[in-house]
């Protein structure tokens, strides 16, 4: 094989996946799970999605440590609440910073993306043992098929949502994909990018092989809006929901939404999530059924450090601490099992 100076060759997505397999058991409640996760977005399960987890993995160990937490105090929530940990390995900067664990696994800015991809392979599966559907979201497309295979919920965030490649890369995805409202807060932007998602593509991707290819992708009708606030606000208020819904109804996409309680929503503020949710969970329990689910950061403590920080300690976005997280979800819980008496009569 010929080397290029200022190239380094990856390992094929087949190759890394032949190296670090998915367990035959994981491959079925992989697919279980993207069926629960569908049916709570389109309401034919009543329950309501709660992505939380850290703004991104940078301890593997300490993620472990908070999944298998979350998932033993979760589960008694679970004819209410259809809980999804956010395991993102890749962050969207908006100037320069760590991208995540895929790019710098080592944190020290060698950026080392084949052993990001190793490690973070061998994290995601460890990460599914904890029996809870994972999220992440998906920054560089071409990164995408090292991965997808163990995700069951993806996002497009509010900095790549006007992209062709992300919206083409939604529209083949085998799992619900959240699209994000831009950091302006154009919804428009958002509902379009949601109806490419949708809608039947022929593009370039990578195979499994590592070949560049034009694929068809079928179009992905799970596409969701996630309102995710502003680089000047909040939009969670019924109206700004009543609006993006009638938006979604237009190009007949799922018109059903996501509120990040975290972002613009909490206006960077880790301590603002809880508010946001108890006003949606009012709304939720008063019969609203427009809103789908929610997401949150969320790590063991509260709080941002820069690296090295704490055990536990996000490094990127400040986060709220599990245990005031599962009082959270505890309330939400309620207020879905009071929706639903609502919806009933
Ligand atoms: O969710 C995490 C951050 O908000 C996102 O990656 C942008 O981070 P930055 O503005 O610090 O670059
Ligand atoms: C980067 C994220 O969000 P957004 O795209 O909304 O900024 C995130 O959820 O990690």
């Not at 850290?54 to 300490?62: I, T």
């Not at 508010?275 to 949606?280: C, E, K, L, M, R």
């Not at 709080?303 to 709220?320: E, K, N």
């Amino acid at each position: 094989m010929t080397t290029i100076p200022g190239y380094e060759l990856l390992p094929s997505p087949a190759e890394l996946a032949d190296e670090h397999p998915v367990p035959a058991r994981l491959v079925d409640q992989i697919r279980e799970h993207r069926s629960e996760i569908t049916d709570v977005l389109n309401g034919s399960d009543g329950r309501v999605l709660a992505v939380v987890g850290p703004c991104s993995v940078h301890d593997p160990v300490a993620v472990i440590d908070y999944a298998e937490r979350l998932a033993k105090s979760a589960e008694p929530l679970k004819d209410h609440l259809l809980v999804v940990l956010r395991a993102y390995l890749e962050k969207p900067r908006t100037a320069v910073g760590w991208k995540g664990l895929l790019h710098d696994p080592w944190l020290d800015g060698s950026e080392d993306i084949a052993g990001g991809l190793r490690v973070g392979r061998r994290f995601l599966i460890m990460a599914a043992e904890s029996g809870l559907p994972l999220a992440g979201e998906f920054v560089e497309p071409m990164l995408a098929p090292y991965l997808s295979d163990l995700l069951s919920y993806g996002a497009i965030g509010a900095r790549t949502v006007a992209s062709q490649s992300h919206r083409e890369l939604a529209s083949q995805l085998p799992m619900p994909i959240g699209i994000k409202n831009g950091l302006d807060g154009d919804l428009s932007v958002a509902t379009a990018a949601i109806h490419c998602a949708r809608t039947a593509q022929r593009h370039p991707a990578v195979s499994e092989h590592g070949a560049l290819v034009v694929r068809s992708s079928p179009g992905n009708p799970t596409a969701h809006l996630i309102l995710r606030g502003t680089s000047a606000g909040t939009n969670y208020d019924p109206e700004t929901v009543d609006a993006a819904i009638e938006g979604l109804r237009a190009t007949k996409s799922l018109d059903r939404v996501v509120v990040d309680a975290s972002h613009g929503n909490s206006r960077k503020d880790h301590r603002r999530q809880p508010g946001v949710i108890a006003d949606i969970a009012g709304r939720i329990a008063c019969g609203e059924r427009g809103i789908a689910g929610v997401m949150m950061e969320s790590f063991l403590e509260e709080g941002r450090q820069d690296h090295p920080a704490p055990y536990g300690v996000s490094i990127t976005d400040a986060c709220l601490d599990l245990s005031s997280t599962m009082s959270v979800l505890e309330s939400l819980a309620d207020s879905v099992r009071m929706g639903r008496s609502v919806v009933l009569g």
